[in-house]
C-alpha cells in the first residue's frame, strides 16, 4: 500500500458525527476502507468509509467511461 497524493477538501458535522472529504492517490491494492479505519485507530477515535469513487483505474478515467445509457443507446442502435 502506497500512498501517493492526499488532498483534504473539508470537514463538516452533522448531529454528532464530524465528515471529513478528501482525496486520495494511492498504489494498486490499497484498501481505503482500512487505511480509514486505520487512521481513526492512531487517533483514538472510530472511523469508517462514508462514501468512495474512482476517479482513475491506472491510465483510465472515469471521464473515459460510458454510461449505462449510452450502452443501452448503442445496442438498440446496432
Known amino acids: ?3 501517493k497524493e492526499v488532498d483534504f477538501l473539508g470537514m463538516y ?3 454528532n458525527k ?3 472529504d478528501f482525496s486520495l492517490k494511492v498504489s ?3 484498501y481505503v476502507r482500512s487505511l480509514v479505519e486505520e487512521v481513526g485507530k492512531s487517533l483514538g477515535v472510530p472511523a469508517t468509509l ?3 469513487r474512482r476517479n482513475f483505474i ?3 478515467s472515469v ?3 460510458f454510461s ?7 445496442r438498440s442502435s446496432e
Do not use: H, P, Q, R
Request: charged fraction near 30%.
Open 63 to 65: 471521464n473515459e467511461a
Open 50 to 52: 462514508y462514501a468512495l
Open 18 to 20: 464530524v465528515f471529513l
Open 1 to 3: 500500500m502506497v500512498v
Open 28 to 30: 494498486s491494492g490499497t
Open 13 to 15: 458535522k452533522e448531529k
Open 68 to 74: 449505462f445509457k449510452d450502452l443501452e443507446n448503442k
Open 58 to 60: 491506472g491510465d483510465i
